[in-house]
């Protein structure tokens, strides 16, 4: 309805009324620039991250969802993944986030062994 990005729009209109925070442009703009800080909306930083250090890598069609799981990092304490790409964006992300969040791990892709064998391997 206000066309705002619908995981966005669920975690902040708990908190704030959408309609009204983007009743005045001026007033948007000034709030993000000056008044919201990286350590306030650490989701947001890890998605602008995230997709940031995509762009120097290899775009795959699954850029966009990894860059929407990212955003829950911060409810984590190690994230397991076989996307050795993805590992290594999450690692650039979490040497310079200014709050903690999840320690990525890479996790073995071969199917040969089984995966309970694999998670052990990592934790």
């Known amino acids: 309805m206000t066309r705002q990005d619908t995981t966005f729009a669920d975690w902040v209109g708990a908190y704030v009324d959408l309609r009204r925070l983007g009743s005045s442009r001026a ?60 590992v290594s964006t999450l690692k650039i992300v979490r040497d310079d986030a200014p709050f903690a969040m999840a320690e990525p791990r890479l996790v073995s892709g071969d199917r040969c062994v089984p995966i309970l064998d694999r998670l052990a391997a990592v934790l």
């Open 27 to 86: 007033d948007f703009t000034r709030f993000w620039l000056y008044d919201a800080s990286a350590e306030a909306v650490p989701r947001n930083w890890i998605r602008w991250a995230v997709r940031h250090i995509q762009t120097t890598q290899k775009i795959s069609g699954g850029n966009p969802a990894d860059e929407q799981h990212s955003s829950y990092l911060v409810d984590a304490d190690i994230f397991l993944s076989a996307d050795s790409r993805y």
